[in-house]
């Protein structure tokens, strides 16, 4: 069983950075792949970006290629997601999710997922 905790949402203006963070529980961290989605309000969860148990891979939606970095610390149990050049439509609840047997960006790979955390972008 892994709990996932995400933090670092918040309001912010375009244009402007959050980092989002994810703690797990457990003593098996670096056995999970880690994966981000968002759900925007009246739209469908989507992925955001993922990396593999080493850290090592990783992947990008194409809508944040180039602004978002994904990253973990195996040694804090932590997977981060920095987020530059925010825009309006970055705006949703970010889920951080934990995958025990695969990664990929359907959502059905991962096994645990956060309660999520707001992030609001201002135009």
């Known amino acids: 069983q892994v709990q996932l905790v995400e933090s670092g949402g918040g309001l912010v203006q375009a244009g402007g950075s959050l980092r989002l963070s994810c703690a797990a529980s457990?003593?098996?961290?670096?056995?999970?792949?880690m994966g981000w989605f968002r759900q925007a309000p009246g739209k469908e969860r989507e992925f955001v970006a993922a990396?593999?148990?080493?850290?090592?891979?990783?992947y990008y939606a194409d809508s944040v290629k180039g602004r978002f970095t994904i990253s973990r610390d195996n040694a804090k149990n932590t997977v981060y997601l920095q987020m530059n050049s925010l825009k309006p439509e970055d705006t949703a609840v970010y889920y951080c999710?934990?995958?025990?047997?695969?990664w990929g960006t359907g959502g059905y790979e991962y096994d645990y997922w956060g309660q999520g955390t707001q992030v609001t972008v201002s135009s």
């Open positions: 999710a934990a995958g025990a047997t695969g």
């Open positions: 457990g003593r098996t961290f670096s056995s999970y792949a």
């Open positions: 990396i593999s148990w080493s850290g090592g891979s990783t």
